[in-house]
Every structure is written in structure tokens, then in C-alpha cells.
């Protein structure tokens, strides 16, 4: 059984720019929806994603916080276009930028479409309380806050979401 420690962050500036070493256009949806998911209706979101010339199937515990049971298989390119064509409820689009920074690599996701303007820092860890630097352009931590997991950017994207969502606060 694999287990991801995710731990996801607001960005305080666009510094870590500068940083960027590789970047990926990423498309996904999901087989299962967030309104499965949250009611527990389904123990598991089910993501279907491309990344230029590869696809992956990825199914994921929906739990809430920074430890998730999470499996992850690759799958042929014409299968997940299929898939996110005919059985996913709609796409979240974004290009993931890579930036290294004290021994630990960062994922920053700068979204696109109906989430045009979130941009969410993703950082892995190998234990819940593994230390580690914050940088400087590094924001507000919002693992917990379920509006930020990539299913619900979808029945919810970021452009319909209110002021005190934008800032966190809510």
C-alpha cells in the first residue's frame, strides 16, 4: 500500500519563480465526483491524468489532512483521453512548476480555465512531522481546507469562489 504525505501551501509572493528547474502542463478529472466523495458515498477519489505523452490512473484515500492512502498506475495515453472525454464530469487544467529548496522539491500548481488565478504550493514529505525550510515566498498552510483538493476545483473552481475563500479565511 502506498502513502502520500502532502502537505499544501498558499504562496506569499512569486519569487520562487526564479527557482522553477522543470515545468509540465497537466490535465485530470475524476471517475468518481467530489459530491461522492464528501458524502461519503465513495472512500476513494479515482483521477485520471495526462502529462505531455504519459497517463496515469490515480486513486487516492478521502480522508482529509497531509497522510492519504494512494495508488498510482500508468495508463495507455488513448485510454485517459478516452476517459476524460466520456466519464469525467469536467477538467482541471494547470502547469506544475518544479523548485527545489532545501533538500525538498516543491510542486507549484498554477491553474488555468475556470481556475485561472490559484496558484497552490504542494511540498511531499516521507513523515507527518518531517521538518523542513519554509522559504520565504512560501504562504499560509492549507492542507486541511478541502476547496483546495483538485476535485473540488471542479464543481467549485476558483473563479466562483468568494473573497474570504481567496484569502483562506473561510
Sequence with gaps: MGVEIERKFLLASDAWRAQVSRSQRLVQ?????AAAVTSGAARSSVRVRIGGEQAWLNIKSSNLGAAR????????LADA???????????????RHYVAHANHEFEIDEFFGANDGLVVAELELDAVDEAYERPLWLGA?????????????????YSAWTAAEREGLD
Aim: aromatic residues 12%.
Design 141 to 157: 498552510e492549507i492542507t486541511h481546507l478541502p476547496r483546495y483538493y483538485n476535485l473540488n476545483l471542479i464543481a467549485h473552481p
Design 81 to 95: 483521453e478516452a476517459m476524460l472525454s466520456r466519464l469525467c464530469d469536467g477538467v482541471v487544467e494547470k502547469i
Design 29 to 33: 478529472g475524476y471517475l468518481v465526483s
Design 69 to 76: 492512502d494512494e495508488y498510482e498506475y500508468e495508463v495507455p
